[in-house]
């Protein structure tokens, strides 16, 4: 049997007529549930679609997929985890083409554990995307636009659904700000907390070839959730959320003879 990869490496080429590019993160939508804000999902799908620059990032807990020895019960799912693989794969169908790469959350892995089944393993398959599945994690290597002949933008992307993370939002900074201990990209992208959350930090990196000092700014974005507040977060007293997905604008520009590289994360409420 073969290890699998601890971190996935996926690299996808987008058209060099592209000058911009806008990415959603989606997370932790929890379908299946009678909190899955529906109405909400739709109206970022429908931006997806209407948007020829936009693209997108999977990061799990798609479905809710609560089992019998889940923390929550079955029995207060709307929709069998069959049902909820059905939904998914309907609803991220027509945005297949615009999806760069797929990881699963802890809702995910209950299959996994219990029966060995990879359930959003298996909404890839559906989908026909399949290549671009990562178990753990990914790093992303976006290429994009051709602002010099022979080459093209690229930013590096780490995702991961993470884990943890507390109740309050600055111990769920810390655990965005804790991938860049795993990984040195230019944005981190993480889940699971379901806190909408954007914030930039700069590092100086060692350059050994030139024996320089380089700035390096990081963008650490948490991608929210499309599960309205109820049932197991009130019984166990989590803040209600505010539903959606914050976007990461990527795009360059020529300043004094040379390609500068920009990135900006936004929140809509």
């Known amino acids: 049997m073969q290890t699998p990869e601890a971190i996935t490496k996926i690299v996808r080429i987008l058209p060099k007529t592209l000058t911009s590019i806008k990415l959603y993160g989606l997370s932790d939508l929890h379908i299946g549930t009678h909190y899955y804000d529906e109405k909400k999902v739709n109206e970022v799908i429908k931006e997806i679609l209407e948007n020829p620059n936009a693209y997108v990032l999977i990061g799990g807990d798609i479905v809710d997929n609560t089992l019998k020895n889940s923390v929550g019960s079955v029995y207060e799912n709307k929709y069998t985890p069959r049902e909820q693989k059905k939904m998914a794969v309907e609803l991220l169908r027509p945005i297949a083409h615009k999806i760069l790469a797929i990881t699963p959350g802890n809702h995910e892995d209950r299959s996994a554990k219990e029966a060995d089944s990879g359930i959003l393993e298996d909404i890839a398959i559906l989908l026909g995307l399949e290549n671009l599945y990562a178990e753990n994690a990914f790093v992303l290597f976006l290429k994009y636009g051709r602002p010099r002949k022979d080459s093209y933008c690229t930013t590096s992307i780490y995702m991961k659904h993470g884990s943890g993370g507390g109740s309050r939002v600055g111990s769920k900074a ?8 795993e990984v040195i990209a230019d944005i981190y992208i993480t889940g699971h907390t ?3 959350m954007i914030f930039p930090q700069k590092i100086v990196i060692a350059d050994h070839v030139n024996c320089a ?3 390096k700014v990081l963008l650490f974005v948490n991608s929210g959730t499309f599960l309205n507040w109820g049932g197991y977060a009130v019984k166990k007293g989590f803040s209600p959320i505010v539903t959606g997905c914050p976007t990461i604008d990527l795009w360059y520009e ?5 390609v500068v590289k920009h990135m900006k994360g936004s ?3």
């Open 194 to 196: 379901h806190q909408q």
């Open 254 to 258: 020529y300043k004094n003879g040379r």
């Open 213 to 215: 000092l380089i700035d």
């Open 174 to 181: 810390n655990r965005l700000e804790d991938l860049k201990k």
């Open 267 to 269: 929140i809509i409420v």
